[in-house]
Nanobody
């Protein structure tokens, strides 16, 4: 049974930084493409960062240059380093991966950026 657990969310002032972690059980993330999504109140869920099995990464235009996705294979974890946070980054952030048979989401972690 695959489970994804996000952590590291919280409140931060504009310009601040947070580091989110997605820890997996039941699967080895180094074999999987992994993505971070976010969903703000009243908005659709959107992808913000991805990493594939080769380690290639991709980012949405709204976070490019501020967010960095990285793998920590020894911990079976994928991290999202977020710098230069803005109020519009406020959202619930979700970790996502797929296997041959299923799609998996974590429970989400809240990020709030405000002064």
């Amino acid at each position: 049974q695959v489970q994804l657990v996000e952590s590291g969310g919280g409140w931060v002032q504009p310009g601040g930084s947070l580091r989110l972690s997605c820890e997996a059980s039941g699967t080895t993330l180094s074999y999987r493409a992994v993505a971070w999504y976010r969903q703000a109140p009243g908005k659709e869920r959107e992808m913000v960062a991805t990493t594939d099995r080769s380690g290639s990464t991709g980012y949405s235009d709204s976070v490019k240059g501020r967010f960095t996705i990285s793998r920590e294979d020894a911990k079976n974890t994928v991290a999202l380093e977020m710098n230069g946070l803005k109020p519009e980054d406020t959202a619930v952030y979700y970790c996502h991966t797929v296997t041959w048979t299923s799609i998996y989401w974590g429970q989400g972690t809240q990020v709030t950026v405000s002064s």
